[in-house]
């Protein structure tokens, strides 16, 4: 069992940054697929970027050159930089982390972007 706890998120101008993190604990992090994705009012769920245990990458192309993620997987952590931040990534941001077929969620983080 994985259980998952974002942070980081908050009020930030249009341009702005934030930086996500996504603690682990329970079992083995290296082992697993982890992912970013957010939830706007009235949207589905969406992927906005994954890191996969071999260190493959793929962003959501609304976010490329602008977002990062990375992980650490001695601290069980994976991260989400967020750049030039626009009105429309206002969202809850999930954790995800992947192993088969089993899934585990995070309980979110408010991103708003506003002036």
């Known amino acids: 069992q994985v259980q998952l706890v974002e942070s980081g998120g908050g009020l930030v101008q249009p341009g702005g940054s934030l930086r996500l993190s996504c603690a682990a604990s329970?079992?083995?992090?290296?082992?697993?697929?982890m992912g970013w994705y957010h939830q706007a009012p009235g949207k589905q769920r969406e992927l906005v970027a994954q890191i996969t245990r071999s260190g493959s990458i793929n962003y959501a192309d609304s976010v490329k050159g602008r977002f990062t993620i990375s992980r650490d997987n001695a601290k069980k952590t994976v991260y989400l930089q967020m750049n030039s931040l626009k009105p429309e990534d206002t969202a809850v941001y999930y954790c995800?982390?992947?192993?088969?077929?089993?899934?585990?969620w995070g309980q979110g983080t408010q991103v708003t972007v506003s002036s």
């Open positions: 995800n982390a992947k192993f088969g077929t089993r899934a585990h």
């Open positions: 329970g079992s083995i992090f290296s082992m697993y697929d």
